[in-house]
């Protein structure tokens, strides 16, 4: 058999079954041209050098798709957060996180703490329901006793608080390197 033809009885046993689920998933997270995204991620998977290595074809789908939706999410100016977040679902759960994304996760999280918390605590609550619980707005709305649209605006102004909280941080800590770049090179 050619190296072809083996590289179809391949793609066709470990890539194809995972399309209708790949499918789903994205029409779910309400991506846009989803027939688009599918047929780029079966190419690339298909493009695939080291295929008779791969044996875990699912991963491989997810995986490429997951980084095409990032891809994109860069090339456009903003990016929603819960988009990103509903991103990391495309990720298969393996059961423990890699050493990249816990040391990630962990300086995210001391990033996040030196940021103050959103002032009015009904936006801090909903806030921090929506990040650590992960409920949907809906359930959210329904535990509070609010309307959604109130939770969801609540949830933006929280995020546009830490967005600016992070920024300044991040500007501040950049002065400072700065400045001691400048005081290095003075002396």
Do not use: C, Y
Not at 83 to 111: K, M, N, S
Not at 136 to 149: D, K, N, T, W, Y
């Amino acid at each position: 058999m050619s190296e072809r033809a083996e590289k179809m009885v391949w793609f066709k046993a470990h890539i194809l079954p995972h399309e209708a689920a790949l499918r789903r998933r994205l029409s779910a997270l309400r991506i846009p041209d989803v027939e688009d995204v599918v047929s780029e991620v079966l190419t690339r998977a298909f493009a695939t050098e080291n295929w008779r290595r791969m044996d875990q074809g699912r991963a491989l789908v997810f995986q490429i798709a997951r980084n095409l939706l990032i891809d994109a999410a860069r090339r456009r100016a903003i990016v929603s957060i819960d988009f990103v977040a509903d991103l990391e679902t495309l990720q298969l759960d393996d059961g423990a996180p890699g050493p990249e994304a816990a040391v990630a996760a962990r300086d995210e999280l001391r990033r996040l703490q030196r940021v103050p918390a959103p002032r009015p605590a009904q936006q801090r609550g909903v806030f921090l329901m929506r990040r650590v619980q992960e409920p949907m707005p809906q359930e959210i709305a329904g535990e509070l006793r609010l309307s959604v649209s109130t939770v969801e605006k609540h949830l933006a102004k929280a995020m546009v608080a830490v967005t600016r909280a992070l920024g300044a941080a991040e500007a501040v800590g950049r002065a400072g390197a700065d400045e001691d770049r400048w005081r290095r090179t003075k002396r």
